[in-house]
C-alpha cells in the first residue's frame, strides 16, 4: 500500500542540540502506526517536526504526504492538505465556547463528535473553552475537534496523558473512528495502546532504534526497561 506520510532522513536541531537524526517513518492510508518511546526520546518534537511547527524545522531530509514534498510548507499549509495534531497539552481559548471551537473547520456536527468522546453535547457546546474545564475534559473536547475536522492524517500525541481522560477502550474507539477517515500516528509510551497497532517504530535518543511488528517492537521497549531515554540504552 502506497504511504500517505513519508518521513525520509528527518533530521532536527532545536537549538543547539540535535533531537532528531535521521528519522525514516511512513504511515500508509488507513494504517494506525505506533510510535513508542520513553520520555525524552524524542517522540513529541517528531510529532511538532511533521506538523511543521515553527521551532521545530527539519535541518535535514523530507516529508512527503500523499506524494507531495511538503517539507518547506508551514503549519498552516499542512493542515489544509489534511494534517492535524492533538497536542499532549491542549490548549485553552477564553472566551472561545465548545461549540464555536469545534466549528472551526470542522465538517462533522459537533454533538456527534462529543458523544464520540464521552461528552453529553447539552453540557459542553455552550461552555468556555477555558480554565474551568479540568485538563481531561480538554484533551476530550480536543479529540473532538480532531474528529470534526475530518484529517487526512491525526497526529495523536500521548492522547491518554492527564487525570480523569479516556478510557483505552474509549481512545480506542476515537482511534477507529479517525482511521475511517485516514491514518493515524499514534505516538505513546504505553504498550497496551501500542499493541493494537498495524505497524510500530521504537524512538530512543531522537533514532529509530526498532521497527516492524508491534509485538516484536514492544519486546524490544519492554527488554530494555526504557523509562527515561538517555539515547543509549536501547542502541547499546
Avoid at 502506497?2 to 535521521?22: I, K
Avoid at 526520546?41 to 500523499?66: E, H, N, P, T, W
Avoid at 474528529?147 to 478510557?167: M, V, Y
Avoid at 499514534?186 to 504498550?191: A, K, P, R, S, V
Wanted: aromatic letters at 4%.
Amino acid at each position: 500500500m502506497p504511504a500517505l506520510l513519508e518521513a525520509s532522513n528527518l533530521t532536527l536541531d532545536v537549538g543547539a542540540r540535535r533531537v532528531l537524526e535521521n528519522i525514516s517513518l511512513s504511515v500508509a492510508t488507513g494504517e494506525l502506526h505506533a510510535l513508542l518511546g520513553a520520555n525524552g526520546a524524542g517522540k513529541s518534537s517528531l510529532a511538532y517536526a511533521l506538523m511543521g511547527c515553527a521551532a521545530y524545522q527539519s535541518v535535514g531530509g523530507r516529508i512527503v504526504f500523499d506524494g507531495e514534498d511538503i517539507t518547506a510548507l508551514p503549519l498552516h499549509e499542512r493542515a489544509r492538505r489534511g494534517l492535524t495534531l492533538a497536542w499532549q497539552e491542549p490548549a485553552r481559548f477564553e472566551g472561545l465556547s465548545v461549540a464555536d471551537y469545534l466549528s472551526i473547520g470542522g465538517k462533522a456536527e459537533p454533538a456527534d463528535c462529543l458523544r464520540q468522546v464521552g461528552l453529553a453535547a447539552e453540557d459542553y457546546l455552550h461552555r468556555a473553552l477555558d480554565k474551568t474545564l479540568s485538563g481531561g475534559e480538554r484533551k476530550r473536547i480536543e479529540l473532538a475537534g480532531v474528529l470534526a475536522l475530518q484529517p487526512r492524517l491525526a497526529i495523536l500525541d500521548e492522547p491518554t496523558a492527564g487525570i480523569d481522560f479516556l478510557s483505552q477502550d474509549e481512545i480506542t474507539r476515537v482511534i477507529g473512528a479517525l482511521r475511517k477517515q485516514g491514518a493515524v500516528l499514534l505516538i505513546t509510551h504505553q504498550e497496551a495502546l501500542a499493541a493494537g497497532a498495524d505497524r510500530a517504530s521504537q524512538l530512543c535518543g531522537g533514532r529509530i532504534v526498532s521497527q516492524g511488528e508491534p509485538a516484536a517492537v514492544i519486546e524490544n521497549f519492554k527488554a530494555r526497561r526504557c523509562r527515561r531515554c538517555d539515547g543509549k540504552t536501547c542502541r547499546g
